[in-house]
């Protein structure tokens, strides 16, 4: 399945790829992405797995959104890209988000592989999630979640946060019954 912006592609959006996937496939389905910059949000609903969508490179295949929490979405609304199907990763791709510091909460909720991820509260993790040669940007709790997470051969930078605003770093353990 191929995704070209100017519709030369089976589908002009990645959004559109995915929810053409079967529903529970066992069988991986690898998304080509040309390069370019899409201004979309990625909802992959449960029964949408084993998708793979694969960009021509960190720099050049963004996904990009600006949602965020002042405009009155949940955290999970702020999503670029928001995934719960199991055995979904993103590759040699960029996911951003443009709300900037100003606007608070902007998630991104996938594993990565050569993935850059850019955003305020840039990645939220729910269940576990390995990141492979990742370059992760954010500021202020912005690798959070209630995950195990596994980073390796990553970049992960603190950016200058707002006045009277600080980046902490933690590491919590929540023990289970």
Known sequence: M???KDGTGNFNTIVGAIL???DQSVKPLFIKIEKDTYQEYIRNVKKKTNIFPIGEGMDSMIIMGNRSSINGNKMYDTATAGVFGNGFTAQ???FR???GP???QAIIRCPFINVGSTGIKTLYMKKNINS???EIYGT???ICGDATAMFQNCLIEARTPMARQYN???DSTKERA
């Open 2 to 4: 191929i995704v070209f």
């Open 97 to 99: 988000n443009n709300a």
């Open 168 to 170: 902490t770093i933690t």
């Open 102 to 104: 100003v606007k608070h």
């Open 20 to 22: 053409a996937a079967l």
């Open 140 to 142: 202020i709790d912005f």
């Open 132 to 134: 492979t040669e990742t």
């Open 92 to 94: 040699d791709s960029t």
